[in-house]
């Protein structure tokens, strides 16, 4: 499927769609994949829903040409250029585009049918990722850190040396580090993308208050977003919200979990 393209400032943004249908579906992406992720579930979902999938700023073929900063209100425009700015939808949210899908739920909740989030990110807070791109000393430290990452990875050995980082958070820190030109990636869309960041007490009082059905997909053995973080959201809300955990990793996004994905959409 051919990308399609939408002037929004001095920016072109990408996005992709799948299906056929009234019903729309917008599905956001995780860090480092882009808007093709979500073709696989055409086959289960293009009958249900016209599915439409966007390029976040540095991400696939989206050309973002302004500040690093990109913002819930930035989002709802261009979801508005691409649909009816009166039409509700559901959205798909994986790993970085849960937290961009929960957050734009607290904010627009009346144009929100239902999400379903797999492996998602915002259900519990990183103090690194708050302390680097929300703070003026730690977002200079992060730019710094991309530059010269000796020292981190001296001080990253010696944590998991002492049991404070487990293997595969040590080898996924490593995997995005390792490379000049992913470290600089990093720091533009960890900084680009940090306005999104969701009030989970106000989601779920959202959540009750407007009835939105909520799906949870996580994987059994991801070291990185874990199930609890999900059970903990869904106490006093079990009504709206459902978790289903699969015995896989990171990386569910495969058209062997197409199946589980769409079967958590209420239609």
Known sequence: MKAHFVKYKNSNISYRRYGES???????HGYGENASSFAFLETVLGKTFEIIAIDFPFHGLTEWKEDLLFTNTDLINIINLISSPKQTFSILGYSM??????HLLQTNP?????LVLVAPDGFHHNIWHRFSTKTFIGNKLFAFTMKHPFWLFGLMKLFYKLHLFNKPI???VHYYLDDKESRLMLYKRWTT????NPDLHLVKKIVQKNKIPIGLIFG???HVILTK???????NIKELVEVK?????????KLKYATEIADMFRR
Do not use: S
């Not at 009346?110 to 239902?114: A, F, K, M, S």
């Open 220 to 222: 059994k053995y991801d």
């Open 22 to 28: 009234r019903k729309l579906l917008f599905c956001f």
């Open 170 to 172: 040590f080898n996924f």
């Open 97 to 102: 585009g849960g937290r961009v899908a929960l």
């Open 193 to 196: 993308m940090r306005k999104f």
């Open 229 to 235: 973080h999900g059970l903990t959201f869904q106490n």
């Open 110 to 114: 009346d144009r929100i049918e239902q």
């Open 245 to 253: 955990e699969l015995k896989a990793g990171h990386q569910l996004l």
